[in-house]
Structures are given as structure tokens and as C-alpha cells.
């Protein structure tokens, strides 16, 4: 069963910022493309970003190009999704998510999903 626990959600203002965090077993951080997805409530889920297994390439959704940033640091196995000037429209549960295989491509698609975190962004 992969386990993805995300944290650093909360309520920010308008034109804030937050860092999100998830922390993932070893064999998943190092073998599997793992990225964040979002969802409001009443919209479909949405993806964020993503990066390969290895870093490198990154991917990012067009609402959130420019202002968010994806990293991983190998130690923790951890990713991260730095969030600047963030927008009302930014509310949403965010999780973590894995990938089907190391390398991720436009259009592909998560498999597993964390139980994700709250952002709210006051106007």
C-alpha cells in the first residue's frame, strides 16, 4: 500500500505563499514519478505538478506556471510544491501523488493518492 503524508497546508492571503510537504516510503520516492493534484469542492481534480523519479524534469498545470515550484530533497524523501502569490481560486485539498513509473509525460495520470491537505486563500 503506498503511503503518501502530506502537511503545510492552511489559510494564507491573497498574494501569499506555503510550502507543502510529502513525505513517501523510500522504494516509492525513488522509483515512481510523484507530483500534487487539487480539487475544489464542486470541480474535478486537477493536476498541479509533477517530477521524475530521478528530478529533472518538471511539469506543471497552466493555472499555476510561474508562481509554483516542485522539488524533492533524496535525504527525506520528500516533495515539495513551493506555492507564491497564491490566488482565491488556489483553494483547494491538495495531495500528493504517485506516478505509474519513473518518468512522467504530459497527460499521464496518478495512481495513488495521499489523503491531501487544505490551502485557503483569503481575498
Known amino acids: 500500500q503506498v503511503q503518501l503524508a502530506e502537511s503545510g497546508g492552511g489559510l494564507v492571503q491573497a498574494g501569499g505563499s506555503l510550502r507543502l510537504s510529502c513525505v513517501a516510503s523510500?522504494?516509492?520516492?525513488?522509483?515512481?514519478?510523484m507530483g500534487w493534484v487539487r480539487q475544489a469542492p464542486g470541480k474535478e481534480r486537477e493536476f498541479v505538478s509533477a517530477?521524475?523519479?530521478?528530478?529533472?524534469?518538471?511539469y506543471y498545470g497552466d493555472s499555476v506556471k510561474g508562481r509554483f515550484t516542485i522539488s524533492r530533497d533524496s535525504a527525506k524523501n520528500t516533495v515539495y510544491l513551493q506555492m507564491n502569490s497564491l490566488k482565491p481560486e488556489d483553494t483547494a485539498i491538495y495531495s500528493c501523488?504517485?506516478?505509474?513509473?519513473?518518468?512522467?509525460?504530459?497527460?499521464?495520470?496518478?495512481?495513488?493518492w495521499g489523503q491531501g491537505t487544505q490551502v485557503t486563500v483569503s481575498s
Open positions: 523510500r522504494h516509492t520516492f525513488s522509483n515512481y514519478a
Open positions: 501523488a504517485r506516478g505509474s513509473a519513473c518518468y512522467f509525460y504530459a497527460g499521464a495520470e496518478f495512481v495513488s
Open positions: 517530477m521524475n523519479c530521478g528530478g529533472g524534469a518538471t
